[in-house]
């Protein structure tokens, strides 16, 4: 079993930066891929961004793609999204999943992965 807990959320100005965190525990997420997904209100939880198991590959949304960067630290047991160049569009809770077996490409083909964040709220002001 593995437990994720987000960090870092908050209210932020359009344009501005914010970087998330996901503390895992219960197990070493070395042998996960790691994936970072947001849902807005009134709308279906959507792919934001993956990172491979060591790390070397990560694959975003076209609409963070260039503004996010996806990382991992396994020696913390943590995954990190930095988001810059923040708009309204962005607001939303964003969750941490886990993935045993499904390739970095592929995090965002799937609805269900293996393990899920609580979520934290990003709220960006215009």
């Known amino acids: 079993q593995v437990q994720l807990v987000e960090s870092g959320g908050g209210l932020v100005q359009a344009g501005g930066s914010l970087r998330l965190s996901c503390g895992a525990s219960g197990d070493t997420i070395t042998s996960y891929t790691m994936g970072w997904f947001r849902q807005a209100p009134g709308k279906e939880r959507e792919f934001v961004a993956a990172?491979?198991?060591?790390?070397?590959?990560?694959y975003y949304a076209d609409s963070v793609k260039g503004r996010f960067t996806i990382s991992r630290d396994n020696s913390k047991n943590t995954v990190y999204l930095q988001m810059n160049s923040l708009n309204s569009e962005d607001t939303a809770v964003y969750y941490c999943?886990?993935?045993?077996?499904?390739?970095?490409?592929?995090?965002?083909?799937?609805?269900?992965?293996?393990?899920w964040g609580q979520g934290t709220q990003i709220t960006v002001s215009s």
């Open positions: 999943a886990a993935d045993l077996s499904t390739a970095t490409q592929a995090m965002g083909a799937k609805t269900s992965h293996d393990y």
């Open positions: 990172v491979s198991r060591r790390g070397g590959v990560t």
